[in-house]
């Protein structure tokens, strides 16, 4: 079934830990996006790539680092864990860095206590 | 002002009924505008783009007024299974994801 595929769905971590949530779309889209999502704060962009190879800042990186080493892979790192990143996390793809028409992956519960 | 506001609800309606929700957005210059559902612990899923003053699509009717900057969505017919929450988006700059405008989204819960 084509789409973006999330792993893993859920996951318990302790603080300082080191964390990757995997992403992998079979779309061929150029572009992808790690968004979390938190109460009352809406979908905030942590990193986005426009193509293969390149990566950009959106609106809260720290803490995060992302690769795109292929089209279909976009990983994202939590180099050491802090509770304020508790949040539900989506990966999203899209044709292009411009169409404004995401898919997202069915997203990834992170717990870091 | 926020950039992109909704009323976050929740709506209650009845099967059958039509229900509408409005989205403000501060950026005068917005070039596109989106309305994705979001149903409970699921991901967004894109339910319609905006583009010039509307779109239709069977039961979804949305609508642009860049005079007063909103956009509106409404929903004729409610099923049970449109409850879910709804999310305003908007585009500041054509053709540029990153900019891309989350609203809170609006909840519906039509009842039977």
């Known amino acids: 079934i084509a789409g973006i595929t999330q792993a893993p769905t859920s996951q318990i971590l302790a603080a300082g830990r080191r964390m990757t949530l995997r992403c992998t779309q079979d779309?061929?889209?150029?572009?992808m996006y790690w968004y979390r999502q938190d109460l009352g704060l809406g979908l905030r962009l942590i990193h986005y790539s426009n193509t293969a190879g390149t990566t950009g800042k959106g609106e809260v990186p720290d803490g995060y680092s992302v690769s795109r080493a292929n089209t279909d892979d976009f990983p994202l790192t939590l180099a050491s864990a802090v509770p304020s990143q508790t949040s539900v996390y989506f990966c999203?793809?899209?044709?292009?860095?411009?169409?404004?028409?995401?898919?997202f992956g069915e997203g990834s519960r992170l717990t870091v206590l | 002002r926020k950039e992109v506001e909704q009323d976050p609800g929740p709506f209650n309606v009845p099967e059958g009924a039509t229900v509408a929700f409005n989205c403000t957005y501060s950026n005068s210059a917005s070039q596109s505008f989106f309305w994705y559902r979001q149903d409970c612990r699921k991901e967004p899923k894109l339910l319609m783009s905006?583009?010039?003053?509307?779109n239709e699509d069977g039961r979804f009717t949305a609508q642009l007024n860049r005079a007063s900057q909103y956009i509106s969505l409404l929903i004729r017919d409610s099923k049970l299974s449109d409850s879910a929450t709804y999310l305003c988006?908007?585009?500041?700059?054509?053709?540029?994801?990153?900019?891309?405008?989350w609203g809170l989204g609006t909840s519906l819960a039509v009842n039977p």
């Open positions: 999203a793809s899209s044709i292009s860095g411009g169409t404004g028409e995401l898919f």
């Open positions: 905006v583009y010039s003053s509307g």
């Open positions: 988006v908007v585009n500041p700059q054509g053709g540029n994801n990153r900019k891309l405008i």
């Open positions: 779309m061929r889209h150029n572009a």
